[in-house]
């Protein structure tokens, strides 16, 4: 029979990504993740499920990651659940199972405010490009209408909203930024 093994997580990052560099010089980030699941009973009682998963990157992804990551900040990660085996230093086989990151994306937002996150973050983290504008100066894709649609003549007699607007300040922002880090060199264990 066939199988699968493909794992998405979103979450908070649990504490500040490390990096560290295999004998052959490859990039390797470790990082938690805590996801969490929240749901009321049949009572009306609130409920909160927290999930502590360990990840690792490796390659260039590896240290872009830690480059722009921090305690608290929200992202997305895709990648294998494997069982990471190794030896202590005292000489005892230990093993854990970890997600092995292929791809991941960087989500808007600062964490911190406890489980969950949430708020505005800024970071150092400059984007590839402005976004391609639609009709009308609004960016195409998320929050942009064609015009037309529910307006007579292409003008629309409800208020403009999701409109973009370029800061102020060129304030780079991470938001939504993916990075895959392709072909990689599977871990030497």
Known sequence: MASYNRIILVGNLTRDPQLSYLPSQTPVCEFGIATNE??????????EDVCFIDCKLFGRGAEVF???????????VEGKLKLDQWTSQDGEKKSKHRVFVENFT??????????????????????????????????????????????VGGASSAPA????????EAEPSYEEESFNTGPREEPPF
């Open 66 to 76: 830690c480059q722009y990551m921090t305690k608290g900040r929200p992202v997305l």
């Open 106 to 151: 960087f989500l808007g937002g600062q964490g911190g405010g406890g489980p969950g996150g949430g708020g505005q973050g800024e970071s150092n983290y400059a984007p590839r490009s402005q976004p391609a504008t639609g009709r009308g100066g609004a960016p195409a894709g998320r929050g942009a209408s064609p015009a037309g649609r529910g307006s």
């Open 38 to 47: 929240r749901w009321r009973d049949k009572d009306g009682n609130n409920h």
């Open 161 to 168: 909203r999701n409109t973009y607007a370029p800061p102020a």
